[in-house]
C-alpha cells in the first residue's frame, strides 16, 4: 500500500470518527432540551405528549390545596387565558404565592395533569423570564381579541 493511500485511509476514519462524535453529541443534547410552553400551549397540543417540559404563567388566586399527606400540592398555573392544574410533591420555595409567577417542570400525567418534579418560583418582583413575558402577552392579546370578537356577534 502506498503512502498516498494510507493518508486518505486515516483522513476517512478521522472525518468518519468525527461525524459519529458529532451525531452522539447532538442527540445527547437533544434529550437534554427542556422546552417551555403556557397553559394555552398546553392545550393547544403544541407541548410534547410524553417526556418532560416546563410550564409557566402566574399561581391563581385560591388555586393551592395541600393534600393531607403534607408534602403534595395542587394549584393552577395561569397565562390568564387558559389554566392547568399542576400537581407537585415536595417543598415548595420560599417565594412561592398565589398570584405571582412560577415555572414548573415535569410531565402531563395521562388524564391531563400535569405532574412537576420541580417548581420554580419568581425571585423579584420585576423579573420574569423574557419567554414567559411574551406568552403571558400573547395570551393577553389573544383573550382580548376573543372577547372583541364575541361582542361583535352579540
Avoid: C, W
Avoid at 30 to 55: C, D, M, Y
Avoid at 113 to 142: C, G, I, R, S, T
Amino acid at each position: 500500500m502506498k503512502a498516498r493511500h494510507k493518508r486518505l485511509g486515516l483522513i476517512v476514519a478521522g472525518l468518519l470518527l468525527l461525524v459519529i462524535a458529532a451525531v452522539l453529541i447532538t442527540k445527547s443534547f437533544r434529550s437534554n432540551l427542556v422546552f417551555f410552553f403556557t397553559p394555552t400551549q398546553v392545550e393547544k397540543g403544541e407541548a410534547p405528549k410524553s417526556g418532560n417540559f416546563r410550564i409557566g404563567g402566574l399561581v391563581e388566586n385560591g388555586s393551592l390545596k395541600r393534600l393531607p399527606d403534607g408534602l403534595h400540592v395542587q394549584f393552577k398555573v395561569t397565562d390568564t387565558a387558559k389554566t392547568m392544574l399542576v400537581e407537585y410533591k415536595g417543598i415548595l420555595p420560599d417565594l412561592f404565592k398565589e398570584g405571582k409567577g412560577v415555572v414548573a417542570e415535569g410531565k402531563l400525567n395521562t388524564n391531563g395533569l400535569f405532574e412537576a418534579d420541580q417548581v420554580l418560583a419568581k425571585h423579584d418582583e420585576n423579573y420574569m423570564p423574557p419567554e414567559a413575558a411574551a406568552a403571558l402577552a400573547a395570551a393577553k392579546a389573544a383573550k382580548t381579541k376573543d372577547s372583541s370578537a364575541k361582542e361583535g356577534v352579540k
